[in-house]
């Protein structure tokens, strides 16, 4: 069979876990044996840490595949795929290792399983470097399905660094394949909303100083729009040791949601909190495009699998996106143009991530 792996480099470009979950996901859905050398060669500790471990042995269960490589370290894993099915699967980074970033590599290829899936998927809800589950639930669920499909996510319990301890179910069914989507008018921003939260040791008052601090913020550029960050206390049976943080979402009149969101530490003031969130989200409004930085990349896999064209407005072109767009193109058949978007104002940085789908089609449906 080594004559026909895929050989993938893990470390050009964005260098990271990105690269894998991405080939990973491809290779399962497609049936193309694949070979990922120099794993996460871009960061300071190379290799598969438990988070990327557990997505790869949860993408192999999903598939019945077969993994090699696959320990903690491993700088190069080689996957074979088998049938996709349905049924429930748990996959658990027994660390604060993001669910949201397992979500990312197992939902693609649920959507093509032969029967509904449950996932159970057990880790950090709300860690660095990683959406957090809010913004799964609030932003990327409500957009994805625009590809036609639907899932439900339930948080069962939330986890935060360093032990992790969270969970969240996610059930999905299969789909026969894709529709491609249209997001290019950005208009209006009509609402702003969101959850400021403290879980475990903290006072509420930290999560009330964190919203009062964004509202604050945002209030200098945007004047005349209600503005409800609701300070939440997660209840202790529900949450696992201690954490904070804040994701605020601007909901457009033609039903974009862009966001932006900060994690509380130890030694961080949550007026700083509050104010990073508040800071991200005015950057992702003033682009002008319809999608924020972290959704970006995350709808590169659907618009690949979809049959039709499909279109999106962005800001500045990530280097997560663009690593997206280079491994779907290599494993796939789809084609993806990235075009300076013509503005009536020269200072929007907005592009057009435009691709034609490779159109997948469920075989078990």
Not at 12 to 17: L, T, V, W
Not at 299 to 323: E, Y
């Amino acid at each position: 069979m080594d004559g026909d792996r895929v050989e993938i480099d893990g470390g050009i470009m964005e260098g990271g876990g990105q690269i894998l979950r991405v080939s990973t996901a491809l290779s399962c859905l497609l049936g193309l044996p694949l070979r990922v050398r120099r794993i996460r060669a871009g960061r300071s500790q190379p290799g598969l840490r438990p988070q990327h471990l557990s997505g790869l042995e949860i993408v192999r269960d999903l598939c019945d595949g077969k993994l090699n490589g696959g320990e903690i370290g491993s700088t190069e894993i080689t996957f074979t795929p088998g049938k996709i099915k349905g049924g429930t699967h748990v996959a658990d980074t027994k660390t604060a290792g993001s669910v949201c970033l397992l979500m990312q590599v197992a939902m693609p290829c649920v959507l093509f399983a032969a029967s509904p899936s449950e996932l159970h998927l057990k880790g950090g809800t709300n860690a660095e470097m990683a959406p957090q589950i809010d913004y799964t639930v609030m932003v990327l669920k409500p957009i994805v399905e625009k590809f036609n499909f639907t899932f439900n996510c339930d948080i069962k319990k939330r986890g935060y660094y360093p032990q992790g301890g969270g969970e969240v179910v996610v059930q999905m069914s299969p789909v026969k394949e894709l529709s491609p989507i249209n997001l290019t008018e950005r208009g209006t921003v009509t609402k702003i909303y969101g959850r400021a939260f403290v879980a475990g040791a903290l006072p509420i008052k930290l999560a009330k100083d964190m919203s009062s601090a964004a509202v604050r913020c945002i209030r200098k550029e945007i004047r005349d729009l209600y503005i409800n960050i609701q300070p939440v206390r997660e209840p202790d049976d529900q949450a696992v040791g201690t954490g904070s943080g804040i994701i605020i979402v601007a909901e457009t009149s033609t039903g974009c949601l862009l966001a932006g969101s900060s994690l509380g530490k130890r030694g961080k003031n949550s007026d700083k909190v509050g104010i990073e969130a508040a800071e991200m989200l005015l950057k992702n409004l003033k682009h002008g495009g319809t999608v924020d930085d972290s959704l970006q990349d995350q709808l590169i896999i659907f618009m690949a699998l979809a049959k039709g064209v499909s279109r999106v407005k962005s800001g500045p072109i990530t280097l997560h996106t663009q690593t997206a767009i280079h491994f779907a193109e290599q494993l796939t058949k789809a084609k993806f143009t990235v075009t300076k978007s013509e503005e009536e104002d020269p200072s929007n940085d907005t592009y057009i991530i435009e691709c034609q789908g490779m159109g997948m089609i469920n075989p078990n449906l």
